[in-house]
């Protein structure tokens, strides 16, 4: 009897080491709090959870592992196995993917952005960009057109915006120079702060981003249509790692990529849109609707300029840049 107790616990030990031993878990550095911005990841562990019966593990933290400003950093030394970040950010270390937040580029969905980012994310000059960080890009977190929440008197021409401080990143702040605005690049969990202080007198975010940072709270204008662009905000994982996972854990977290932007793009469009005018609304939001003739000009000043300066500096740091920028116009021209 005896015998067979000690082999039973001798087998009970060696199935419980076995399933450690096929155990993962992976940490994750988000920032501020779950919101639209998000879900997309919250769904990818939600899947791989299920998927692997709860083998492989996304452990999501917001803030807790690093500022927002140094993912790509921690990315690099492997502290986290997975991260986001916006290239607005830090356009020297991911300057390929910037072509994404060129101003005026018309891009007009959610869907639209995923396929574009998808797109450049797997171009051979990009993947080499982002392996010299040891990150593989693995999703967009795809936004809508960014436009400005003010305080103060709300402009009534895009002249009213002479000297105006706004904090606005990438090529949105380059568009907002050439209507004589004052860009200040800043993370998201800054600008508040900023807004109250003083600092800024505006601010450029997509809608989520305006109600989950508070920019709304002491608002007194929004622009409707300005639409000067938007930012490219990937979710990367260290390579070594997704190297490092079993063949049934890597096919988990890739075959997942596409259901958990499906539900990211799902959230946005009811629950954040949805939200968003009755949030003006409360809070007696003036809305600004600029002219036609307006964002024309506004176009014509920004878009050109800005692209041939991206083409002419990127160039001369070695990539393709020219092809990246064909790349990323002839996909929208083609109402791809």
């Known amino acids: 009897m005896r015998k ?14 076995a399933s ?9 550095s988000l920032w501020g709090k779950r919101r639209a911005f998000t879900e997309h990841v919250e769904k990818l562990a939600e899947l791989v959870n299920e998927k692997t019966n709860g083998e492989f593990t996304l452990n999501i933290s917001y803030g807790g592992l690093s500022k927002n400003k140094e993912n790509l950093d921690g990315i690099s030394i492997g502290a986290f196995e997975m991260a986001q970040f916006c290239a607005g950010y830090h356009r020297d270390k991911n300057p390929s993917i910037t072509v994404l937040e060129l101003p005026f580029l018309g891009v007009t969905s959610l869907e639209q952005e995923i396929d574009l980012s998808m797109a450049v994310y797997q171009h051979p000059a990009v993947v080499e960009d982002l392996a010299r960080w040891d990150a593989t890009l693995l999703m967009p977190s795809p936004l809508p057109q960014y436009n400005l929440v003010g305080v103060g008197d709300a402009p009534k021409s895009l002249t ?6 706004v904090r606005a990143t990438g090529g949105i702040g380059k568009a907002m120079e050439t209507v004589g605005a004052v860009p200040t690049s800043m993370s998201a969990s800054e600008v ?10 505006a601010v450029s975010f997509a809608p989520h981003a305006h109600m989950s940072f508070g920019t709304i709270e002491n608002a007194t204008w929004w622009t409707t249509n300005l639409n000067p662009g938007t ?3 990937p979710v990367v994982v260290n390579t070594l790692a997704l190297e490092d996972l079993s ?3 890597r096919k988990a977290l890739l075959g997942s990529i596409d259901e ?8 946005y469009q009811t629950k954040t849109m949805e939200a968003w005018g009755p949030e003006l609304d409360q809070r007696g939001i003036e809305r600004v609707t600029f002219s036609d003739e307006e964002i024309a000009a506004f176009k014509e000043a920004a878009a050109a300029p800005a692209a041939e300066a991206w083409i002419a500096e990127n160039t001369e740091r070695g990539l393709p840049a020219q092809e990246l920028y064909d790349l990323v116009t002839g996909k929208i021209a083609n109402g791809s």
């Not at 958990?260 to 959230?267: E, K, T």
Request: aromatic share 6%; hydrophobic share 45%.
């Open 4 to 17: 067979h107790l000690n082999r039973a616990a001798i087998a009970a030990l060696s199935l419980t080491v």
């Open 20 to 28: 450690e031993a096929l155990a993962v878990e992976w940490n994750v």
């Open 160 to 165: 009213d915006f002479e000297g105006l401080s």
């Open 192 to 201: 508040r702060q900023a807004m109250d202080s003083g600092i800024v007198k």
């Open 231 to 233: 930012v490219n905000c």
């Open 247 to 249: 063949d049934e854990h």
């Open 260 to 267: 958990a932007l499906d539900h990211y793009v799902s959230q």
